[in-house]
């Protein structure tokens, strides 16, 4: 697998291709959070690939003590703009979900929206998780958010096509392997743009497996940003959060 999220992420286009996920869509988990983990106003808490930061902001807007880190110059900077914008402090760090650390320890972590199965082996997958456990608090919970793989498998859309901001986006899907890849087409009157997007397709029986090798196990796994139970057969998303055994 190539380095394919570093231009992916990098790239202005990113944002049009899910201009859905936007801050609307970001509250309904932070909503989630907060109702289910009743955490106090103190507690540390830190956004693991927070991309444009939309997650960071909601927390930070809310009084809440938040640390950022993406490995997207790009996407740091849209977030930077944001905090500025909003005379807002901000602790966003440029760095790699492979090979970060922290003296302290955070009350909760977060991997929201499919930041994750972007390497070819599970030693790279995991390792973020595997490290996390030495800068997450003894009773701290990560909250990770991966799509349900089998949903995607039994509703597999080929092909879609959307216009957003005078541009054509054309996304073609495949599975290769346990890997879906998706090759995104981006069209104006006067340029056509090709990126990639390559994301392991774990099931949610492998991971709760893998979470628990790593001294994890769960506390609540949902379906949905509203809290719904997870279905293999009918949840798009799988939420879990996670504390140590
Ligand atoms: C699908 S986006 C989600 C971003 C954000 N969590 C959100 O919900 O908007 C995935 C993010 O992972 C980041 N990323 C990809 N590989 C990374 C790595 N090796 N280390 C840190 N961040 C990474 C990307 O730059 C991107 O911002």
């Known amino acids: 697998?190539?380095?394919?999220?570093?231009?992916?992420?990098?790239?202005?286009?990113?944002?049009?291709?899910?201009?859905?996920?936007?801050?609307y869509d970001a509250s309904k988990i932070v909503d989630l959070i907060l109702k289910k983990t009743m955490v106090n106003?103190?507690?540390?808490?830190?956004?693991?690939?927070?991309?444009?930061?939309?997650?960071t902001l909601l927390l930070t807007e809310k009084g809440f003590n938040v640390t950022s880190f993406d490995l997207s110059r790009q996407l740091l900077g849209i977030a930077k703009k944001e905090f500025s914008d909003g005379g807002l402090e901000h602790k966003l760090i440029l760095a790699d979900l492979r090979n970060i650390f922290f003296k302290v320890?955070?009350?909760i972590i977060l991997n929201l929206f499919?930041?994750?199965?972007?390497?070819?082996?599970?030693?790279?997958?995991f390792i973020f998780f595997d490290n996390s456990r030495s800068f997450l608090k003894k009773d701290g919970?990560?909250?990770?958010?991966?799509?349900?793989s089998y949903f995607i498998k039994e509703n597999f859309e080929p092909v879609s096509e959307k216009s957003i901001n005078g541009k054509k986006i054309i996304e073609r899907r495949f599975i290769e392997g346990d890997t879906i890849i998706?090759?995104?087409?981006?069209?104006?009157?006067?340029?056509?743009?090709n990126f990639t997007e390559r994301v392991k397709l774990y099931s949610d029986k492998y991971?709760?497996?893998?979470?628990?090798?790593?001294?994890?196990?769960?506390?609540y796994m949902f379906g949905d940003y509203s809290g719904n139970s997870f279905n293999a057969a009918q949840s798009k998303r799988l939420i879990l959060f996670l504390r140590l055994k």
């Open 1 to 23: 697998m190539s380095d394919w999220f570093k231009e992916w992420f990098a790239s202005k286009e990113y944002l049009d291709v899910y201009s859905h996920r936007d801050e």
């Open 41 to 55: 106003h103190d507690a540390l808490i830190l956004d693991a690939a927070c991309g444009s930061g939309r997650h």
């Open 105 to 107: 320890q955070f009350d």
């Open 114 to 125: 499919t930041s994750f199965g972007y390497f070819n082996e599970d030693t790279e997958n």
């Open 141 to 148: 919970l990560i909250i990770f958010d991966y799509f349900n």
């Open 182 to 193: 998706k090759l995104v087409d981006i069209i104006t009157n006067k340029t056509t743009k």
């Open 207 to 219: 991971l709760l497996e893998k979470f628990s090798a790593l001294g994890f196990e769960t506390k």
